[in-house]
C-alpha cells in the first residue's frame, strides 16, 4: 500500500472516530437523565488516542525517500540554479541506475524545481530558495528524456520555466 493510500486510510478512520464521538455526544445531550461515560472509559480514550499519536508520530520519523542518504559518485552530481525565468543545469546527460543528487538553488526568488518523466508524471520536487542550497536524490530507472518544471508561481512567465536532460 502506498504512503498516501496509507495517509487518506488513517485520516478517514479518524474522521470516522470524531464523528461517532459527535453523534453520541449529540445523542446524550439534552436528553433527561442521561448517562454520563464513566470516567474509566474517557480515561481509555485519551490513552488510546496518545497511542495512535505516538504511532502517526514515530511512523513520520521516517526517512523522505529522496534525501541525500550517501555520498554520492561525483560524476552523478548536478547543479541546478533557477531563475526568472529558465532553469540553468549544469549536465544535459545524467547517469542510469545510480542516485543522483541535485544540488538546487536559485539566484532570485523562490522557484519549485520539479522534474517528470516523459510522459509528465512528477517523479520529485524540491523548493528552491534564495540562499539555500536544497539537496535530493533520485535513481533514474529508465533511459530517455526528462523534463524539468517550475511549481512555484514566481512571475508572469513561470509557465515558460522549463528544461529538460537525458538520462542513459
Ligand atoms: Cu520559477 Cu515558477
Not at 23 to 35: I, W
Request: charged share 10%; aromatic share 10%.
Amino acid at each position: 500500500m502506498s504512503t498516501q493510500a496509507i495517509s487518506l486510510l488513517v485520516s478517514l478512520v479518524l474522521m470516522a472516530a470524531i464523528a461517532a464521538i459527535f453523534a453520541a455526544a449529540a445523542r446524550s445531550a439534552g436528553r433527561p437523565g442521561a448517562v454520563i461515560p464513566s470516567e474509566r472509559s474517557r480515561t481509555g480514550l485519551i490513552y488510546g488516542l496518545l497511542g495512535v499519536g505516538v504511532v502517526v508520530t514515530l511512523a513520520s520519523l521516517i526517512p523522505w525517500p529522496h534525501t541525500v542518504t550517501s555520498h554520492p559518485e561525483p560524476d552523478a552530481t548536478v547543479n541546478v540554479s533557477g531563475a526568472m525565468w529558465y532553469w540553468d543545469i549544469d549536465r544535459t546527460t545524467l547517469p542510469l541506475g545510480v542516485p543522483v543528487v541535485f544540488n538546487a538553488h536559485t539566484i532570485d526568488v523562490n522557484h519549485g524545481f520539479g522534474v517528470t518523466d516523459s510522459s509528465g508524471r512528477m517523479l520529485f520536487q524540491t523548493q528552491v530558495m534564495p540562499g539555500y542550497v536544497n539537496q535530493v536524490q533520485y535513481i533514474f530507472k529508465r533511459p530517455g528524456t526528462y523534463h524539468v518544471v517550475c511549481l512555484e508561481y514566481c512571475g508572469v512567465a513561470h509557465f515558460a520555466m522549463t528544461s529538460e536532460f537525458t538520462v542513459k
